[in-house]
Nanobody, 125 residues
Framework: QVQLVESGGGLVQPGGSLRLSCQGSGRAFTTDAMGWFRQARGKEREFVATTTWSGGGIYRTVYADSVKGRFTTFRDNGRNAVYLQMNNLRPEDTAVYYC???????????????WGQGTQVTVSS
């Protein structure tokens, strides 16, 4: 049974940093597109980032325009985990963050088959 468990959320001041972790179990995700989404209160769940196998041990990353230059996603296949490093956080980044196993590198919600339970990130002074 595939499971994804996020951790690392919390309260941070504007300009601060957080690193989210997504621990997978049930199978390896080495060649899967691993995605991050977020959902702010009252809003739709939106794409944040993906890391996707490109072959030859290379992974490509794709980011939403709103997080480019501030967020970085990377993976540790030995740990079956994927991470989202978030720097220079803004109040508008406040949301529940989810990791997911997806079928392409610019997924809609419906392109992802497995989801974690989410972790709350609050950016506030």
């Amino acid at each position: 049974q595939v499971q994804l468990v996020e951790s690392g959320g919390g309260l941070v001041q504007p300009g601060g940093s957080l690193r989210l972790s997504c621990q997978g179990s049930g199978r390896a995700f080495t060649t899967d597109a691993m995605g991050w989404f977020r959902q702010a209160r009252g809003k739709e769940r939106e794409f944040v980032a993906t890391t996707t196998w490109s072959g030859g041990g290379i992974y490509r990353t794709v980011y939403a325009d709103s997080v480019k230059g501030r967020f970085t996603t990377f993976r540790d296949n030995g740990r079956n985990a994927v991470y989202l490093q978030m720097n220079n956080l803004r109040p508008e980044d406040t949301a529940v963050y989810y990791c997911a196993v997806c079928r392409n590198d610019q997924p809609q919600k419906t392109d992802c088959d497995y989801w974690g339970q989410g972790t709350q990130v609050t950016v506030s002074s």
